[in-house]
Nanobody, 127 residues
Framework: QVQLVESGGGLVQAGGSLRLSCAAS????????MGWFRQAPGKEREFVAA????????YYAGSVKGRFTISRDTAKNTVVLQMNSLKPEDTAVYYC????????????????????WGQGTQVTVSS
């Protein structure tokens, strides 16, 4: 069983930055990809960014491209989401997720393709 624990959420003013971390642990952690999703009140969970564990290939939602950066540290089993130029519409609970099986690039945006999830961390951006 893989456990994912997010940290780094909080309250920030528009234009500010936050850095989210996700630490993975458990039996021989081995994932094809790690992703970040977010869910705002009254809205569906949406894809934010993903990174393949081995190659480090990255993928972003259009709404965050150029502002957010996803990276991973394979030695520490950690994935980081650096969020810059934050906007009020970025306010949501952010979830880290791990996918065990390989998949097509477009499938990385689908939450149903991920096997393990963290508990989420709140990000609030004030205007």
């Amino acid at each position: 069983q893989v456990q994912l624990v997010e940290s780094g959420g909080g309250l920030v003013q528009a234009g500010g930055s936050l850095r989210l971390s996700c630490a993975a642990s458990g039996r021989t952690f081995s994932s094809y990809a790690m992703g970040w999703f977010r869910q705002a009140p009254g809205k569906e969970r949406e894809f934010v960014a993903a990174i393949t564990w081995s190659a480090g290939s990255t993928y972003y939602a259009g709404s965050v491209k150029g502002r957010f950066t996803i990276s991973r540290d394979t030695a520490k089993n950690t994935v980081v989401l650096q969020m810059n130029s934050l906007k009020p519409e970025d306010t949501a609970v952010y979830y880290c997720a791990a996918a065990r099986s390989s998949m097509a690039r477009w499938e990385l945006t689908s939450s149903s393709k991920y096997d393990n999830w963290g508990q989420g961390t709140q990000v609030t951006v004030s205007s």
